[in-house]
């Protein structure tokens, strides 16, 4: 199983990524709830670049996938 550490640590500074629910055996709820943690104290060493990807579930939108940039600092 991938951690973000470990995806994160693969990319060079600058490129970005994605990051899904399925790359870390998360449900959509819960990587919604781990993406939305990051937006208010920011994510573990990258930067969120456009717009998260949503999945229905039962009626209601969950993020599912995001873009990352690795942070240079």
Do not use: C, N, Y
Request: aromatic share 8%; glycine share 6%; proline share 5%.
């Amino acid at each position: 199983m991938a951690t973000v550490e470990s995806i994160v640590s693969r990319q060079k500074d600058g490129a970005q990524f994605v990051i899904s629910a399925r790359m870390l055996r998360l449900t959509p709820e819960e990587f919604d709830a781990l993406v939305r943690a990051w937006l208010v104290d920011g994510p573990p060493g990258f930067v969120l670049v456009g717009v998260p990807h949503r999945t229905v579930v039962d009626g209601a939108f969950f993020i599912d996938r995001i873009t990352a940039a690795k942070s240079t600092a």
